[in-house]
């Protein structure tokens, strides 16, 4: 990835979508209407959010009329509903995944003809080259998130509000 930064080391996943907020101003004009709007969501990058892309998993990737669609399920612990994205007059897709398909992070740049997307995963990554993506995020029918996620172990009123201000504290002004 050109901007967001991810580094591994024995601790875990250090990951700054810093230098990509900074940029993204200055070339959201340059993206198409759909890639603009899901890169600009305020949720995108909340990684306490219920629409950030963070610890999605890959369940599909298909092929429509020249479309690509990539189909994300939710995390029943922090999602409510699950992504698909369509790619629209897809020009390339590039597969390089060989382990856990849970999404870290994702990039979206201005390219010819469109746009490229870039999705990284614990176990590797997915690169989209397409005119443009709509995203389309659905209500996930989830056992878990009725029991309040975790087998019945959710968070409660106290610790929501203490997860509310922690991520209020991340959110860029």
């Not at 409510?80 to 020009?91: A, C, N, P, S, V």
């Not at 389309?136 to 975790?150: H, I, V």
Request: hydrophobic letters at 40%; glycine letters at 12%.
């Amino acid at each position: 990835m050109r901007h967001v930064s991810i580094v591994a080391d024995e601790w875990g996943n250090h990951l700054d979508p810093t230098s990509y907020l900074d940029a993204l101003p200055g070339f959201a004009a340059d993206l198409p209407p759909g890639a603009r709007a899901f890169a600009t969501d305020p949720g995108h990058y909340d990684f306490f959010g219920k629409r950030c892309v963070k610890d999605l998993k890959l369940r599909s990737i298909g092929f429509v009329d020249g479309d690509a669609e990539l189909r994300f399920g939710h995390s029943c612990w922090k999602h409510e509903e699950d992504l698909t994205i369509r790619y629209l007059g897809l020009q390339a897709i590039h597969v390089d995944l060989d382990g856990p398909q849970d999404v870290i992070l994702d990039e979206i740049l201005p390219a010819a003809p469109g746009c490229t997307h870039e999705i990284a995963c614990l176990g590797g990554s997915l690169t989209v080259t397409c005119r443009d993506l709509l995203a389309d995020w659905t209500w996930a029918d989830c056992p878990e998130q009725r029991s309040g996620g975790l087998g019945g172990r959710g968070l409660g009123e106290a610790d929501e509000r203490a997860a509310d201000a922690g991520a209020e504290a991340f959110r860029r002004p």
